[in-house]
């Protein structure tokens, strides 16, 4: 219990920290397990493809139907460096985590992990959240945490034909959302 509140505390305070308003917690409560993370994995073929054919982020959720059945909100299309869902679909009942990708592959960009704004939103809607990158990492943010961790490295999920690796450099297997301001030079 005193964990539980030290995690939410926690939280709060990263919120707080964070520019703009809390957003309503979008998330259950549940904490995605092994098989949870192997059905977004899967999900995740169509979302890559899509986002390097069109030089886009594809966004969504992942969660449970009204069965308890995994369920994957119809992917968004956004921009090459943003996306945001606009509505929760109504037969996602219980959301998990958001997902997106890191769009193609573009040497101005160090798409390979995800960003400080990637771990706010998450924190703020209180998920979850996998994220996809040109080079087929695969990561999970921990919004109690703050933190994001890869589930499996290089070309784990297609890649980019594009991609050059190395490009961005040495890439930790997790960083704190502190971590990743110092990465993103802030």
């Known amino acids: 219990m005193l964990r539980s ?22 998330g259950s409560g ?5 098989a949870f993370h192997a059905a977004a994995r899967a999900a995740y073929a169509d979302y890559q493809a899509v986002s390097f ?3 886009i982020e594809v ?14 909100s119809d992917p968004v299309e956004g921009t090459f460096d943003s996306c945001t869902v606009e509505e929760i679909p109504g037969d996602l009942v219980e ?3 958001s997902y997106h990708t890191h769009s193609s592959f ?6 390979e992990v995800p960003s400080t704004d990637d771990l706010i939103a998450d924190i703020e809607e209180q998920v979850f959240g996998y994220i996809g990158t040109p080079g087929g990492r695969f990561w999970l943010v921990d919004w109690r945490m703050a ?23 040495p890439i930790a ?8 301001r110092e990465l993103e030079g802030g």
């Open 30 to 34: 549940i904490v995605p397990d092994e």
């Open 95 to 97: 959301i998990v985590a």
């Open 59 to 72: 966004c969504g959720y992942f969660g449970y139907d009204a069965d308890g059945a995994f369920l994957a």
């Open 53 to 55: 054919a069109e030089d």
């Open 173 to 180: 297997d997790s960083y704190t959302l502190d971590e990743l």
């Open 5 to 26: 509140l030290f995690v939410l505390a926690f939280a709060a305070a990263v919120v707080a920290g964070c520019e703009g308003q809390p957003v309503e917690p979008l």
């Open 106 to 111: 573009d040497t101005d960009y160090n798409s």
């Open 147 to 169: 933190t994001a961790t890869q589930l499996c490295g290089l070309y784990c999920l297609n890649s980019d034909g594009d991609f050059i690796e190395g490009d961005a450099g």
